[in-house]
């Protein structure tokens, strides 16, 4: 088992920045690839970003790619979501998830309660 909680979100106004972080405990946190994905209302959750267990292996989704960057401090057992440039249609819930299979996963088998991002035009 792994349990997630995530934090970060928040209201900030189009173009700026925000950091989003995802704290992991239970199973070994350094075993483990951490994702980001997000969902809209209306729509279909989205992966974002994912990062495998050592950090060396990373992967992006096209629309976010130069504006997000995933990384993770192992000792923290924490894994980081750098927002930047960011605009109204990335108003979503934000959610971590986790899983043990690596990086190339599609549908993690744990997940957080996810946070709140809110860009106002």
């Known amino acids: 088992q792994v349990q997630l909680v995530e934090s970060g979100g928040g209201l900030v106004q189009a173009g700026g920045s925000l950091r989003l972080s995802c704290a992991a405990s239970?199973?070994?946190?350094?075993?483990?690839?951490i994702f980001w994905f997000r969902q809209a209302p209306g729509k279909e959750r989205e992966f974002l970003a994912g990062?495998?267990?050592?950090?060396?292996?990373?992967r992006y989704t096209d629309s976010v790619k130069g504006r997000f960057t995933i990384s993770r401090d192992n000792a923290k057992n924490t894994v980081y979501l750098q927002m930047k440039s960011l605009k109204p249609e990335d108003t979503a819930v934000y959610y971590c998830?986790?899983?043990?299979?690596?990086?190339?996963?599609?549908?993690?088998?744990?997940w957080g309660q996810g946070t709140q991002v809110t860009v106002s035009s």
């Open positions: 998830a986790a899983d043990p299979r690596g990086v190339g996963v599609r549908e993690p088998d744990y």
């Open positions: 239970g199973r070994t946190f350094s075993s483990v690839a």
């Open positions: 990062i495998s267990w050592s950090g060396g292996s990373t």
